[in-house]
Every structure is written in structure tokens, then in C-alpha cells.
T-cell receptor
Framework: DVKVTQSSRYLVKRTGEKVFLECVQD?????MFWYRQDPGLGLRLIYF???????EKGDIPEGYSVSREKKERFSLILESASTNQTSMYLC???????????????FGDGTRLSIL | GQNIDQPTEMTATEGAIVQINCTYQ??????LFWYQQHAGEAPTFLSY????GLEEKGRFSSFLSRSKGYSYLLLKELQMKDSASYLC??????????FGKGTRLHILP
């Protein structure tokens, strides 16, 4: 079974802090993704990566950056946290067979981040 | 552009059948996913349809009509544990997957 592990289930930080959310997958998947999920807005893609040291912006990248130094690890960074970044953050990974978009994604349990 | 519509909430009775609809608009269709998400948990993959028709997987079936931009998830013999949100998702032309806002299904005893 694919295991996607996010470093924290709950996290509380202060406005202006630099915040790191870590995600590790154990299935040697090429593709990794970061989403945020908010009531009434659904899942929205922040950043994704097809390979080590490679990153692509999703639909809402502003205020975020990512790092993928190793294949199994994909980090989301909030450069200067703001209250509107309070949300549930979900990491996912998928295999690479043909097109990225026809592979199911495997999600971590999520990190509920509160910015005070 | 990309647009996915599904009902916000539905209620059904234990043991019954429920159909959750999803309509989508996309440029360059490449399949449709259904995910289940229990409250406070991660979404889990249920099904992937790329051809028209019905695909059955135990109590769950998923239908696709590409010409109509329409899919549904059919849940039979409902159990209390089926209370969850169900997310419809389609890839866009940039090869990213766009998720619908989800349908919250309540099962009554």
C-alpha cells in the first residue's frame, strides 16, 4: 500500500513566520502535489512536481514555495504566514505511466494549519 | 475554461441506492476520477473512467458520458460508513487534475 506521510496533523503558527510542511511518500512515485482544502472551495492545487528539483505552479501559488531535493520528499513553504493561509493542507503522490493526469493520486492525512 | 458541478449535499437511507451526479466542462477530455473523503481524513481513490459506460466495482459503480460531459457515482446497499464527501475530478489541458467541491452524503438509519 502506498503511504504518504505528512509531518504534522495540526500546526499553529504566528503571522509572519516562515512555515515548513513536509511530505514523504514511500512508493517511488515521480509526481507529488500540494493542495489546500477550504469549506465551499474544495481542493485547490498550490504546486506540483514531476521530478526531483522540478516544480510547477498550480492554481494558487502566491505566498507559497516548494522544494523537492529528493524523490520521496516534497516540502511546502509559507514564506511569511498570513491568516488567510489558515487551511487544511494535503499532500499527494502519483505514479508516472503515460500522462500524469490519468493516474490516481494517493493522499496524506493532511495538516490542519492555523495562523494566528 | 474548466468547470465541475456536483450537488453540495445529499441524504439517503441505509440499505438504499443513491446516485451522485457530476457535470464537467473541459478542453481535451482525458478521464474522470471519483474520490471518497471521510470527515477529517484524506481523499481515497474510488474509480477512473475514460470510456463511455458503466464500470462496476462491488457496491460502487461509476458511469461516464463524454458527449454529455456527465458522470455519476452509484452507491448500492448503503451502509452508515458510506457517509462521506464524494469528489469528482477531471484533468485540464495543462494535465493538472481539477477537483469539484464535493458532495457531502448523509446516511440515515
Amino acid at each position: 500500500d502506498v503511504k504518504v506521510t505528512q509531518s504534522s496533523r495540526y500546526l499553529v503558527k504566528r503571522t509572519g513566520e516562515k512555515v515548513f510542511l513536509e511530505c514523504v511518500q514511500d512508493m517511488d512515485h515521480e509526481n507529488m502535489f500540494w493542495y489546500r482544502q477550504d469549506p465551499g472551495l474544495g481542493l485547490r492545487l498550490i504546486y506540483f512536481s514531476y521530478d526531483v528539483k522540478m516544480k510547477e505552479k498550480g492554481d494558487i501559488p502566491e505566498g507559497y514555495s516548494v522544494s523537492r531535493e529528493k524523490k520521496e520528499r516534497f516540502s511546502l513553504i509559507l514564506e511569511s504566514a498570513s491568516t488567510n493561509q489558515t487551511s487544511m493542507y494535503l499532500c499527494a503522490s502519483s505514479d508516472l505511466e503515460g500522462r500524469v493526469s490519468n493516474q490516481p493520486q494517493h493522499f496524506g492525512d493532511g495538516t490542519r494549519l492555523s495562523i494566528l | 475554461g474548466q468547470n465541475i458541478d456536483q450537488p453540495t449535499e445529499m441524504t439517503a437511507t441505509e440499505g438504499a441506492i443513491v446516485q451522485i451526479n457530476c457535470t464537467y466542462q473541459t478542453s481535451g477530455f482525458n478521464g474522470l476520477f471519483w474520490y471518497q473523503q471521510h470527515a477529517g481524513e484524506a481523499p481515497t481513490f474510488l474509480s477512473y473512467n475514460v470510456l463511455d459506460g458503466l464500470e462496476e466495482k462491488g457496491r460502487f459503480s461509476s458511469f461516464l458520458s463524454r458527449s454529455k460531459g456527465y458522470s455519476y457515482l452509484l452507491l448500492k446497499e448503503l451502509q452508515m460508513k458510506d457517509s462521506a464527501s464524494y469528489l469528482c475530478a477531471v484533468p485540464n489541458r495543462d494535465d493538472k487534475i481539477i477537483f469539484g467541491k464535493g458532495t457531502r452524503l448523509h446516511i440515515l438509519p
